[in-house]
């Protein structure tokens, strides 16, 4: 069964500008799904229409089978949303976020209780539990929005920007804790714009611009499709000039550092021969651009 | 889905909060109701003797309650359900299994809890005053809960359109207070001149507190069928507009 089936989903606003011109997706149940895009392609507008907080123009979405019109109330169920932007009430306690949403679920006080105690100490947050939410730092608050949309162990889980303005330290955490749930069974859509992260936590991708899916396939197989890396060098000697070396792009950034397009078919260790044979000595490497970034940038151009 | 669960998750929210900040729900209608009956029942009402056989301070007392009803059942409503749209958690129920029903009547329950719990404190403070009694349980008790929710309706509604906290200030300041004032608080409709009995007979709240005070103390200037059939009448209107607001959306989606 499909967890998210999107079809020809189309979203023109009151001013007229059309968001989404006719979207179709599918996710498999149990996938880690990353839905890609530039700001403005149609990413927030069709995570709205999935999760009801915007209505559609046009097209049909089910989730898990339950139609998310004629099934409402089982299809939402089935979901829970971790938004981009704070949006708990903040003169609330920690625990009474995560236990209110409990209850919009139909989950009965004992249980709602029960499993609040579970989520807010499966995010780290249970020690926080009588503090008013305002006062939580930006980490801890993206952390309380989980724990609110795992509150009634939904079964697609959707993140929008999860991670973004995390510390790299709880990033890391987060991305833990995401892999752990989806190994559980939960069907995980994430947008961000940390494609590093979509590159080592996802399984499937589809990226969106301008209202439409442009890419749409698994991750393994659209990183396979990437011909060039493009690698910094730190170079021992002070160059005036970029070296000339057939098959490669080189350009000098400063008189110490080199900018090299390297195509699969040639590999580094001709590039490593040739620049030796030019008397420069390469002191270290590194990537300029995760491989997912330069796909990405290729596909929304 | 059992719905009572979050019906009363709603209606607990909304309890807790206008308890939490009693001293801006519940103490404030206390002290304007102790000043009422000190200038105009004591100081003036002394002077202006009695009104259909009934003692000034007598006669005040069921428009001064109910009039604290429809204020603080309209502001319950209208700030608490507009500060969801503005802090955004309103999406908490919209992503949620919450039918629109559910939503109207969690929060509508929870504007007559605080019309009724102010309604309370205002008898509570006219006992020190005077000594109103309840000729007509029934009647008293339909019209408190049916005013208390239609006003908490109009708040509702009026919650669903704000886009600022002006527009939530407008409609108490400029309409409910006017038409609660010129209801027939502190004066019978045989005290205006003839036209201005004509012209008052539009103003819906007339009839409710009417009503109310005919419960209270037996007296009446409206027919208290015509009373209970306007307020029915003007619920189930702004039932109907509230849940047709709800489903397209209105100022709370995109």
């Not at chain 1, 040639?266 to 040739?274: H, K």
């Not at chain 2, 009026?158 to 108490?172: E, G, Q, T």
């Not at chain 2, 059939?229 to 397209?248: N, Q």
Request: glycine share 8%.
């Amino acid at each position: 069964m499909k967890a998210l089936s999107i079809h020809n989903l189309k979203k023109t606003y009151n001013n007229g500008f059309q968001a989404l011109k006719g979207v179709d997706l599918e996710v498999e149940d149990g996938d880690f799904f990353a839905l890609l895009g530039p700001n403005g392609a149609g990413k927030s507008t069709l995570i709205g229409i999935v999760s009801s907080l915007v209505n559609k123009t046009e097209g049909r979405v089910s989730v898990f089978g339950h139609d998310l019109v004629k099934d409402n109330e089982k299809a939402k169920s089935c979901i829970g949303l971790v938004p981009q932007e704070v949006n708990f009430n903040q003169f609330e306690t920690v625990k009474n976020v995560v236990l209110i949403q409990a209850g919009y679920y139909g989950i009965s006080r004992k249980q709602a209780l029960a499993q609040t105690e579970q989520s807010l100490k499966q995010m780290d947050l249970w020690d926080k539990r009588d503090l008013v939410s305002r006062r939580l730092s930006g980490g801890m608050k993206r952390r309380l929005m989980i724990a609110r949309a795992m509150v009634h162990k939904p079964r697609l889980l959707i993140l929008d920007e999860p991670t973004a303005g995390v510390d790299i330290e709880i990033r890391r955490a987060m991305w833990q804790l995401m892999q752990e749930v989806n190994r559980q069974g939960t069907t995980i859509i994430l947008t961000t714009h940390y494609l590093e992260e979509a590159e080592s936590l996802c399984r499937n991708i589809a990226i969106i611009n301008n209202g439409q899916i442009v890419e749409k396939s698994a991750m393994n197989s659209l990183l396979q499709r990437i011909h060039t890396d493009h690698f910094v060098l730190n170079i021992a000697q002070n160059l005036r000039a970029a070296p000339v070396i057939d098959g490669y792009e080189i350009e000098l950034a400063d008189s110490q550092v080199l900018n090299v397009a390297v195509p699969k078919s040639q590999g580094l260790n001709r590039l490593f021969q040739q620049l030796s044979g030019l008397g420069i000595d390469v002191l270290s490497l590194k990537n300029k651009s995760n491989r997912l970034e330069q796909l990405f940038i290729d596909l929304v151009q | 889905m059992n719905y009572s669960v979050p019906f009363f998750t709603i209606l607990y929210k909304e309890v807790c909060r206008f308890t939490r900040i009693w001293p801006q729900t519940l103490l404030p209608p206390a002290i304007t109701t102790a000043l009422y009956f000190l200038i105009f029942g004591k100081l003036i009402g002394g002077r202006i003797g009695s009104v259909q056989g009934v003692g000034y301070m007598d006669y005040i007392v069921p428009g001064v309650i109910l009039m604290s009803v429809i204020s603080h059942a309209y502001a319950n409503v209208v700030s608490s359900f507009y500060s969801t749209k503005f802090q955004h958690h309103i999406e908490e129920l919209l992503v949620s299994p919450v039918p629109n029903w559910v939503i109207l009547t969690g929060y509508v329950s929870g504007g007559i809890a605080r019309g009724v719990m102010v309604g309370l404190v205002v008898a509570g403070i006219s006992m020190l005053f005077t000594q109103v009694g309840v000729l007509h349980w029934g009647i008293t008790l339909a019209m408190l809960l049916l005013t208390a929710t239609l006003f908490a309706l109009a708040g509702f509604i009026n919650a669903v359109f704000a886009d600022s906290f002006d527009d939530i200030s407008i409609i108490p300041n400029f309409v409910l207070t006017p038409l609660s004032y010129l209801g027939g608080v502190f004066y019978s409709l045989a005290m205006l001149p003839p036209v201005w009995q004509i012209i008052a007979q539009g103003n819906p709240i007339i009839y409710m507190i009417n009503a109310f005070r005919f419960g209270l103390i037996g007296v009446t200037d409206v027919d208290i069928v015509l009373a209970f059939e306007m307020t029915v009448g003007f619920i189930v209107f702004l039932t109907l507009l509230s849940l047709w607001l709800l489903h397209k959306g209105v100022g709370i989606k995109n």
